[in-house]
């Protein structure tokens, strides 16, 4: 579905956000995600001259390294350009996260390690989505089922227990207790003969167990 049209306007700036995840060959997770702005006009650098358009003004990004804890083992990062020459120093910084593990209050533990001026704003921010797309790229039966064959003692067999609540449930509109796609994909959980106050206190409640993209 494509957005209405537009008013009249000039393009003047764009940033993306690209994230990927990988599953190493000895058992481990990469999680790596880069963002690059760039403008669609020339702008004085004082460092680096006239920036022509396209010419990206931030371009860099961070590696992150889990378990299937989903703790960090390690950490890479890289400026490849940058706005201000002591940018890069702050690189080294990151390495703070390594031990931290990606679950209930990532955000904060990253806001300790890595707010203010002991960290970049950029790539701070890269952290959140980063969180996300780790279970993304986990969380298929595919993506287990890939993980048991390059290290079968680290991710055994498990069968799924269909009474456990889902993680989905509650999260969004589409994974609403009451909503149809529950019924089809969870009927154990589908809530659908319940009032609209009890199905929206029930999605409060679960909400609030799911910190793990959250401060």
């Known amino acids: ?73 390690e950490v890479a990062t890289t400026m490849d350009d940058q706005p201000h020459q002591i940018c890069h120093e702050v690189l080294v910084n990151f390495q703070r996260l390594v031990g931290l593990s990606i679950g209930p209050g990532w955000g904060r533990k990253v806001k300790e390690r890595q707010g203010g001026s002991a960290g970049c704003t950029h790539l701070v921010d890269l952290l959140g989505p980063m969180a996300t797309v780790a279970f993304q790229t986990t969380a298929s039966d595919a993506a287990r089922d890939m993980a048991r064959q390059v290290n079968p003692e680290i991710y055994p067999e498990v069968k799924t227990d269909p009474t456990k609540k889902p993680f989905v449930l509650n999260g969004c509109y589409t994974w609403s207790s009451g909503s149809s796609a529950v019924k089809e994909v969870y009927p154990l959980h589908y809530t659908g003969d319940k009032s609209v106050e009890e199905v929206a206190q029930d999605s409060k409640n679960d909400s609030a167990d799911k910190t793990i993209f959250r401060g």
Do not use: S
Not at 49 to 67: A, F, K, Q
């Open 1 to 73: 579905m494509a957005f209405p049209p537009a008013a009249p306007r000039k393009h003047l700036h764009n940033r993306n956000i690209d994230c990927q995840g990988y599953l190493r060959d000895d058992g481990f997770w990469d999680i790596e995600a880069r963002i690059v702005d760039v403008k669609t006009y020339t702008v004085d650098n004082r460092w680096r001259g006239p920036l022509e358009p396209g010419n990206p003004i931030h371009n860099m990004g961070v590696r992150l390294t889990i378990d299937h804890t989903f703790t960090v083992r």
